[in-house]
């Protein structure tokens, strides 16, 4: 089977969605060429910003990592650096951990950590615990995780006077988040989920995702291809969200109905205008308790950590 692209070699992935058959080069650089495309189309980046890149240590971030590196080449006014956010996870943090900390390492890329149990007082394994124990406490380990992951990140990226962060969300987590916010009966949230954040305010340091145009599988075989080392152990606590329900429906949905991910994203965007005018979103403010911006009097993570107590 020859490649679709160059004519010459032979290909080894058959991209549903496009009906490409791609050799392993045009592959990796269709991938590279679709970030700074991404980039480009959504304004995410400037030749001289100072980014944090998320890396967990898993396919995402690690490939992220690598693709920003390579771009970040041609812009010797920018700086890179990575951040690691140890939520405390038994057995699955320290390892992606290593990882991340080994590719920073050999792309030359400042590597950074930060811990719950420095910030918060509590790693997330205890406050998973905390949570079971008082049985009027619902949500699951991810909704904790990912709130105080996310205060973990601005504040760290604050303190190293960046002005971007990006994260490796892939068109995979951003339709589960679509579908999640529905499922939630939560549908005016979606109008925050934009690829790149609008909220403003001095303390918040602005999100962007180059990743929300690419499925997931991709990184993955991105990772593959270019044997970047990633971890490949699933979170313990993953299972137990409604996200990884919607996931293995997504999924099952692109398979027999290629580029269904891709119509779900471009039918958001294009309904997001409408969606951010009915959230009237109101401006934020400083977190009564911890000074963060929130649009609350108190900060979700600060509220969570008053819950459990
Ligand atoms: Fe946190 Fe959930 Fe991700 Fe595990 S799967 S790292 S608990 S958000
Ligand atoms: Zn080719
Ligand atoms: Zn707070």
Redesign the pocket.
């Known amino acids: 089977m020859q490649c679709s692209i160059c004519k010459r070699r032979e290909a080894f992935f058959y991209r549903q969605y496009s009906g490409e058959k791609l050799c392993k080069k045009c592959f990796t650089e269709s991938i590279e060429a679709k970030v700074k495309a991404t980039i480009a189309k959504y304004g995410m980046l400037q030749f001289d910003d100072r980014i944090v890149i998320a890396v ?1 240590g898993g396919k995402d971030s690690v490939s992220l990592l690598h693709i920003l590196a390579k771009i970040e080449r041609d812009y010797p006014k920018a700086s890179l650096m990575a951040v690691t956010v140890d ?1 405390g ?1 038994r057995g ?1 943090r320290d390892e992606a951990l290593k990882i991340a900390r080994e590719n920073c390492k050999k792309l030359g890329i400042p590597h950074h950590m930060v811990s719950f149990k420095e910030l918060y007082g509590y790693r ?1 394994d205890e406050i998973v615990k905390k949570v079971k124990e008082k049985r009027d406490l619902k949500l ?3 909704a904790y ?2 709130v105080m ?1 996310r205060k973990a990140l601005n504040i760290t990226a604050r303190k190293l006077e960046a002005n971007k962060i990006a994260t490796a969300h892939t068109l995979d987590d951003e339709t589960q988040t679509i579908l999640l916010n529905i499922f939630h009966g939560d549908i005016l949230r979606i109008a925050r989920g934009k690829p790149v954040a609008d909220e403003t305010h001095p303390k918040l340091v602005q999100k962007v995702k180059p990743f929300c145009e690419i499925p997931e599988k991709e990184t993955a075989l991105y990772a593959y291809v270019k044997k970047i080392k990633f971890q490949s152990m ?5 299972s137990e ?1 409604l996200r990884n329900d919607i996931r293995i429906m997504l999924n099952r949905m692109e398979e027999k109905h290629a580029g269904i991910k891709f119509t779900i994203f471009n039918s958001i965007e294009k309904v997001r205008p409408a969606l951010e005018k009915l959230a009237r979103r109101e401006g934020l403010k400083e977190c009564s308790e911890c000074g963060e911006p929130t649009t609350d009097r108190i900060c979700k993570a600060c509220q969570m950590l008053k819950e459990i107590g």
């Not at 699933?234 to 993953?238: E, L, R, T």
Request: charged share 10%; hydrophobic share 25%.
């Open positions: 967990s939520e996870i699955y997330l699951t380990p991810c995780c990912s992951r699933p979170c313990p606590y993953a969200a």
